[in-house]
């Protein structure tokens, strides 16, 4: 069993930033990836980035250069520092962690990006 709890979210202007934080509840050593996904009004969920237990990391080419994930492992915490944000970037955004035999979801953070 993983618990996540993610925090972070909120209202930005266009162009800003914001770092979102996912703190789990065991240590990513029996986690193999560690993820963000989100999911706007009547859309599907969609990955974002995502980090694995050996440190690579991968991205949507729509957030690439804009949106860095990292970990402190120490903390057992997985950030998204999402920067030059865009409307389109609006969305309710969800940690994931994968295993090798099932996966959790944490509760989600609304993101709003609106002027």
């Known amino acids: 069993q993983v618990q996540l709890g993610e925090a972070g979210g909120g209202l930005v202007q266009p162009g800003g930033s914001l770092r979102l934080s996912c703190v789990a509840s065991?240590?990513?050593?029996?986690?193999?990836?560690m993820g963000w996904y989100r999911q706007a009004p009547g859309k599907q969920r969609e990955l974002v980035a995502r980090?694995?237990?050996?440190?690579?990391?991968n991205y949507a080419d729509s957030m690439k250069g804009r949106f860095t994930i990292s970990r402190d492992i120490a903390k057992n915490t997985v950030y998204l520092q999402m920067n030059s944000l865009k409307p389109e970037d609006t969305a309710v955004y969800y940690c994931n962690a994968k295993l090798p035999n099932r996966e959790y979801w944490g509760q989600g953070t609304q993101v709003t990006v609106s002027s």
């Open positions: 065991r240590n990513f050593f029996s986690i193999s990836t």
């Open positions: 980090i694995t237990s050996g440190g690579s990391t």
